[in-house]
Structure formats: structure tokens, C-alpha cells
């Protein structure tokens, strides 16, 4: 089996896989998260906060794309399994059964608020061994901290 070889140093490979790999979990988790929200969602405030899930569901798969595909470009195998992410995540997840809208939107922005944070960590990480890298996690916290402000915007 052919891999992919890196254009980075060995050591600034596990970092920059790493940070990837700890994104990935994020947004696959992110995903599923508002997902469950959106499927159990209930209140007054329901069409506006069920479809603006749905842009968070849109951003984090996109953006797990981008970052796996990043992963492989750095000659590292990304790993979005369900084992591992449930093993990895570090995400709270929102109780079963059906979800009052105020408690969605809390929860929503609690977990946007997580993930940002991590985001921001792994941009100081990648900085010195790939900017490239760090470009993409950049962009990806812009669209996280956008969406993070709007359901803020509603607690």
C-alpha cells in the first residue's frame, strides 16, 4: 500500500497530525451534537434555532472534510471512526430526549465556546512547523467563533 509522503519535517508532522487529528474529533463531534439538538429541539424559538443547527451541522462537516483532506496531504491518516471519536471527544453531551429550545442554545454555545478554545491552541501549535496548516485552522475558528457569537446572541 502506497502513503502519502509529507512535506514536513517527521516532528513537525506529529505536531501539525496531532492538531488535525484532535479538530477532526471536534467537528465530528460538533456535527453530531447539534444534529441531535436539531432532531429534538422543542419551544417557542423552534424554526430559527432548528435551522440555525443546521448551519452549524453544515460547517462542521465541511470543515472536517477540509481538515481530513489536510490531515492526508501531510501524509497522516485521519481517523474519523466512531470508536474514536466517542473514545476522544471531549464534548459534553446534550441529555436525551427532547430539548427546550433555551437549553439548545445554551448547550450550543457552551460547545462552540470548547471547540474555539481548542481551535485557538492548535493555531499557536501549528504555527512554527505549518502555516498552512494553521491558515486552515484559522479560517475554520473565523466561521466557529461567527457561529458561537449568533447563538450567544440569543441566550
Do not use: C
Not at 39 to 54: A, P, Y
Not at 74 to 87: C, E, F, L, Q, Y
Not at 124 to 136: G, M, R, S, Y
Request: cysteine-free.
Amino acid at each position: 500500500m502506497a502513503a502519502v509522503k509529507s512535506p514536513l519535517t517527521e516532528t513537525a508532522q506529529k505536531v501539525v497530525g496531532n492538531a488535525l487529528q484532535g479538530a477532526l474529533v471536534d467537528l465530528i463531534d460538533l456535527a453530531l451534537v447539534a444534529k441531535q439538538a436539531h432532531w429534538n429541539l422543542t419551544g417557542r424559538n423552534f424554526k430559527v434555532v432548528h435551522e440555525h443547527l443546521d448551519e452549524v451541522v453544515d460547517l462542521a462537516r465541511q470543515s472536517q472534510d477540509d481538515v481530513a483532506e489536510r490531515a492526508v496531504a501531510i501524509g497522516v491518516s485521519p481517523d474519523g471512526r466512531v470508536r474514536t471519536v466517542a473514545d476522544r471527544s471531549e464534548l459534553p453531551q446534550l441529555e436525551a430526549g427532547y430539548l427546550a429550545d433555551d437549553k439548545v442554545v445554551s448547550a450550543v454555545t457552551d460547545v462552540l465556546a470548547q471547540i474555539i478554545g481548542r481551535f485557538r491552541e492548535r493555531i499557536a501549535e501549528t504555527d512554527e512547523p505549518d502555516p498552512v496548516t494553521q491558515d486552515l485552522l484559522i479560517g475554520i475558528t473565523h466561521e466557529l467563533e461567527k457561529q458561537h457569537w449568533m447563538f450567544q446572541a440569543q441566550t
